[in-house]
């Protein structure tokens, strides 16, 4: 049990105990239903496209291969982000419960012990990856797609799972939030995985070959798309080390300047290393590019290169390969180095903040708001841990949004705007959620409700405290719609006789979606605290929070999309989802945002009657 390189017990014990979870069979079924909404889409828009005139079979090629981008964005996204966030849970989860400790008893070597508690969230994962691999081969149907490429998507994306769920657990033995282990290997993943495809296949002269650095271009490099396996496994056998050696010391409570140890590190080998790689960069590199180029020189010139061209042109690309693996261990050293150190300072920080404004609270006490849940609530202190990280990241993807320009654009505004309020709604869903969790959690619930307070002032202070954070962004979105709506519609207008009278509703029309969108976040608040009470575990809080709401915007818009012909079966959808629909007019939006304020209040008189019996549970 403890002599191999996994646990076989722990591992079983692991692997039922996730695979019984709730959490497990929602993940699997809301990845599937993604998959196949998508598909049924396809079928759909397919079907009613071949009824048209101008539709032929070339253009359902084009059809099959755009679904199968779509497929293979969400499922690499959704592993990017879900097998960090599950591998650093297992970890922090034993940190916060204090059972880290207690393992150091066990005969157990921490290698073994953190290879099987990693390694039961990622086969979760890659089942549901390979579960969903017949639904993505169906694309094939529709033509414009091989089986080839479906095979190499699924295998790019078992890479990414196992890949970041190693990073997830790296940052995790330094983080008490997972969000935070997550944002830290994300950053690595757009470094490497969006940022070094464009590099590399500039040296190599070719598109295709990005497909053997980035699984987000696992299908442009036919079989050659196989390289990718053996792109990263330096990588994770990397990241593993490091986190094994760092568990151990975690495990054990060593003090913190073993952390920083060049046995630990292995400083003087990576110098050496990065003396080679500097030698590399300077001889080998500039000869590979060079074959490299006259390979693709030569097939552009027509009739095809030679063999010993050929040959030349695979020596180059080899060796651009080679050096580029050298450049992601040399890259990834640093970062682990850099990002362990920047995710310690981060949660330390986190923790000061708290430390500081609880010294504050109680040397002014006589400044309580009048109503003290609120007052409690809305500090930092309160939401940041949770709130304040996703307000960091989101706060520099749209800066770097806006460095791009892409704003100018026709679309621009509205795209920004549209995503900067699903951001928002998904902050609140996710402070709401925890609102209610961490009172569970930290049985501080019950004394809330002991109080002297009525019940609708207790869930109205929460429910001001939630606006603090999110409020601020959801008004944000409000001047990008009102400006995007009549920029897309701009340039159709620009010639035409009612120009003025399509721009005078669009500016209507993106009015009326402000005032929705606040409507929705109200009910999105509340909701999700509603949701968070009626879980029995508390951890479970923010997946079923999230899934609620999620499910209230995606089916609808799925189904407007795919009964848009038949107005009578659309009608009663449109009106849950008017924002989303393809020609909803402004008397639906009103109405939506009427129904959307009645759930509200009908929410929160139910929340105030029933938090008492329902929190004593």
């Known amino acids: 049990m403890s002599g191999g390189p996994v646990s076989t017990a722990v591992l079983w014990r692991e692997g039922a105990r996730t695979s019984r979870r709730w959490q497990t069979y929602a993940l699997r079924a809301g990845f599937s239903a993604a998959l ?110 091989s089986v080839t490429e479906v095979v190499l998507v699924t295998i790019g994306n078992a890479v990414t799972l196992v890949v970041m769920g190693t990073l997830g657990a790296y940052f995790g033995l330094f983080s008490k939030s997972p969000i935070i282990a997550t944002l830290a290997s994300a950053g690595w993943a757009l470094l490497a995985f969006l940022g070094l495809p464009g590099v590399y296949a500039l040296m190599t002269g070719a598109y295709s070959t990005s497909a053997h650095v980035s699984p987000f271009f696992a299908s442009a490099g036919d079989a050659w798309g196989a390289v990718l396996l053996l792109t990263y496994v330096p990588t994770i056998l990397l990241t593993w080390t490091l986190g094994t050696r760092l568990f151990k010391l975690k495990m054990a409570n060593a003090e913190l300047r073993r952390y920083f140890s060049d046995k630990v590190w292995g400083t003087r080998a990576v110098m050496i290393g990065g003396g080679i790689f500097l030698a590399m960069t300077l001889i080998i ?32 690309r080899g060796l651009i390969l080679l050096w580029t693996h050298g450049l992601i261990l040399l890259g990834t050293w640093f970062y682990l180095r850099l990002g362990m150190d920047l995710v310690d300072a981060f949660e330390g920080m986190l923790d000061q903040m708290g430390r500081d404004r609880a010294r504050r609270r109680k040397s002014r006490g006589h400044r309580i708001w009048k109503n003290p849940v609120a007052w409690r609530e809305a500090r930092v202190s309160a939401w940041g841990r949770g709130g ?79 606006s603090a954070p999110t409020l601020p962004v959801v008004m944000i979105s409000i001047p990008l719609l009102l400006i995007g709506f009549p920029q897309v519609d701009i340039w159709g207008a620009w010639d035409r006789s009612d120009g003025g009278s399509v721009m005078a509703g669009s500016v209507v029309r993106g009015a009326l979606t402000g005032v929705w969108l606040i409507a929705f976040w109200l009910a999105a608040a509340l909701t999700s605290m509603w949701v968070a009470l009626r879980v029995r575990n508390p951890s479970s809080s923010y997946g079923a929070s999230v899934g609620v709401v999620a499910s209230f915007v995606l089916i609808p818009t799925f189904l407007t999309w795919v009964l848009r012909d038949w107005w009578w079966a659309a009608l009663p959808v449109r009106l849950i989802m008017p924002v989303t629909a393809p020609s909803a007019g402004p008397f639906e939006i009103i109405l939506s945002t009427a129904a959307l304020v009645v759930v509200s209040v009908v929410v929160f008189i139910v929340l105030s009657m029933r938090i008492r019996s329902w929190g004593a549970r």
């Open 36 to 145: 196949l909404g998508l598909l049924l889409f396809g079928i759909w828009a397919s079907i009613a496209l071949q009824t048209q005139d101008w539709f032929d079979e070339s253009q359902s090629a084009y059809m099959g291969r755009a679904l199968f981008i779509g497929f293979t964005v969400i499922q690499m996204v959704i592993s990017m982000f879900m097998a960090p966030m599950m591998t650093s849970r297992a970890i922090v989860e034993e940190r916060l419960e204090g059972t880290l400790d207690l393992l150091v008893l066990t005969p157990l070597r921490a290698g073994a012990l953190l290879a099987s508690k990693v390694g039961s969230r990622l086969l979760v994962l890659l089942t549901v990856v390979l579960g969903s691999m017949p639904l993505l081969a169906l694309v094939t149907t529709l033509g414009g797609v």
């Open 388 to 466: 304040l990280p996703l307000l960091i990241g989101w706060g520099l993807v749209l800066f770097a949004i806006a460095q791009t320009g892409m704003w100018l654009l026709p679309g621009g505004l509205l795209t920004v705007g549209t995503a900067n309020a699903a951001a928002a709604i998904l902050l609140t869903v996710w402070l709401a959620a925890g609102s209610i969790e961490q009172e569970r959690r930290g049985s501080t619930l019950s004394m809330v409700l002991v109080s002297r307070m009525s019940s609708w002032r207790i869930v109205f202070g929460k429910l001001l405290a939630l």
């Open 285 to 316: 590199l500039p000869l590979g590019i060079f074959l490299a180029w006259s390979h693709t020189y030569a097939e552009t010139q027509g009739g095809g290169a030679s063999t010993m061209v050929w040959a030349l042109g695979g020596l180059g």
